[in-house]
């Protein structure tokens, strides 16, 4: 078993001892440094199928110790995002009024299609707010023991998947109070969470890379993570949008993906096939560069910490 101990600062742990890592390793995984993936485009999904144990058990790990020692525990995981749909609902059905476009629609349609485009966005944004620390937060599977370093991004997303799934449970549970059934293209919304995960990652690795020798960069990552949400059609469609400015938000990587998201959830229209392959190309090349870089860097993280 590995034995791991929750560090200040929200890391992964230390190891208990360096023999433990190497069963793991040789019982689940293999050992890693003889994987041998090189830098081919397939190399990152062959780095998350091949340390897929793994990555499973330190995102379980991550998500017990977040919530080890308040009374309620895992709970809060489901009473966090109700909590935060009631106040939305609230402020924008009651307090403002607000309506999705100029053609309406419910005040509990504008809450919904909101807390939607929140949970994906927390998906990036909370992946990207630890990036540029993640390393650092982990100094010890740096220095001390032999640990695939490249895993420690998937083992965020796995965890912000976590919550994304337990936000849609109650996003489906309150479009079926307040609206009735979803259409059925929600089910196709995995394929709007491909393009999101990849481009998750690329820009992950890179940051956790660069986090490691420019210590600032978690303070300017942390702005953009706001100013990106606030350029995101998540409290407003691209509609409202002058037509002059479209194509600027448009270079914003959420934008497809949020627009997508909404016509499956809501209006039961599928994206264009062509649209979506280019969203999900340009994500794959993303990815893919965030793990050329990290790879490509990763040999001086020990002369840095």
């Known amino acids: 078993m590995l034995s791991l101990e929750r560090r200040r600062g929200g890391g992964y742990g230390r190891p208990a001892a360096d023999g433990e890592y190497s069963k793991l390793f040789n019982s689940q995984s293999g050992n890693p440094t003889v994987a041998g993936f090189g830098a081919g485009p397939f190399a990152l999904f062959q780095t998350a199928w091949h340390h897929r144990s793994l990555i499973l058990r330190l ?22 995002p109700i909590l935060m749909l009631a106040v939305y609902t609230f402020v924008f059905s009651v307090v403002f009024q607000a309506r999705w476009g100029a053609t309406g629609g419910s005040n509990t349609e504008f809450a919904l299609l909101l807390f939607s485009g929140l949970i994906l966005f927390n998906v990036l944004g909370e992946c990207l707010s630890r990036a540029p620390g993640l390393l650092l937060e982990n100094v010890s599977y740096i220095k001390k023991v032999v640990f695939p370093l490249e895993i420690l991004p998937l083992v965020s997303l796995a965890v912000a998947l976590f919550n994304a799934g337990i936000g849609f449970v109650i996003l489906v549970v309150f479009h079926l109070l307040v609206a009735g ?6 089910l196709l919304l995995p394929l709007v969470l491909a393009p999101l995960c990849l481009t998750t990652l690329g820009l992950s690795w890179f940051f956790a ?22 350029l995101s059609p998540i409290f407003y ?65 020990a002369d840095v910490v």
């Open 181 to 186: 059934l979803p259409p059925l293209t929600a």
């Open 59 to 80: 995102a379980r790990r991550e998500i017990d110790a977040r919530y080890r020692g308040s009374v309620l525990g895992i709970v809060w995981a489901v009473l966090n």
């Open 237 to 301: 469609p691209m509609t409202a949008i002058p037509e002059r400015f479209r194509a600027i938000l448009h270079l914003n990587p959420m934008t497809a993906i949020l627009e997508q998201s909404k016509d499956l959830l809501f209006w039961g229209r599928i994206p264009s096939p062509v649209e979506w392959g280019l969203a999900t190309l340009g994500a794959w090349a993303v990815a893919w560069l965030g793990y050329l870089w990290f790879m490509k860097t990763r040999r001086g993280f």
């Open 209 to 230: 890379a660069s986090g490691v020798f420019l210590r600032d960069l978690r303070q300017v990552v942390t702005v953009a993570v706001t100013v990106l949400m606030f």
